[in-house]
């Protein structure tokens, strides 16, 4: 903020109709989105006005987490040990309940990085073409990738994202949020046909939203 609470980033879209604010969890910084013809002066009122809520919310972030030999890293919900194995080959994999890791220690932090985006476009993939069966729809491209906005995303040509930290969200967060993808293929909008097939294809609705509400921003910091 302009007291140095935070960096400020300023965007502008041609289609908002008024200011947003929010704050990005993964840089630990405030956003301020302007309509077009809005000048900064009206978003530095705004932050000025709003200085206590941004100064809460980003005093409630969590700790940006790394990977480190001993640490932990979850999937599916499920912590792990991160295990550094010497003289292993130059990759990463799941043993006995860990994450071991070989190579040299100083390429740890990314192979597991490597290895938690390879299982997420596999584990996903898998899931989305699952719930396609399911919807009576063809699945096009699958790709994850290094989003720190959201957690999915159909496109108009019915090619779906996933963020590859949603590997690290327990298995029904997952479940709702590819269900959640893959009813876009056949609704594009969010009417009522799109929610009641979305709800077909997984009931984890409310505590997939309820969950990413509560730990999501801390998803989102992971390196």
Known sequence: MTGGV??????RNPRARRIILRIDPSAAQVVVTLPPRTARSAGIA??????????SRLSALPEMPGFADGGQVAIEGVPH??????????????EAGCLQV?????????????????????????LAQDKANEAGVVLGRVRVRDTRA???SCSPKGALMFC??????PALVQD????????HLRHLDHGPDFWALAARLSPHRAAAEAWLAVEGAGLMRVA
């Not at 590859?164 to 969200?169: F, K």
């Not at 709702?176 to 009813?183: K, L, M, Q, R």
């Open 6 to 11: 935070a960096p400020v980033i300023w965007r």
């Open 150 to 152: 959201r957690w999915g």
């Open 102 to 126: 070989g190579g040299e220690r100083a390429f740890l932090a990314r192979r597991v990085g490597d290895f938690l985006r390879a299982e997420a476009a596999r584990r996903f993939l898998v």
């Open 81 to 94: 040990a991160i295990r550094h194995v010497p003289g292993g080959r130059n990759a990463a994999w799941l």
């Open 164 to 169: 590859w930290r949603l590997l690290m969200a």
């Open 176 to 183: 709702y949020v590819v269900a959640h993808e893959v009813a």
């Open 46 to 55: 705004l932050l000025e006005l709003h200085a206590d809520w941004v100064r």
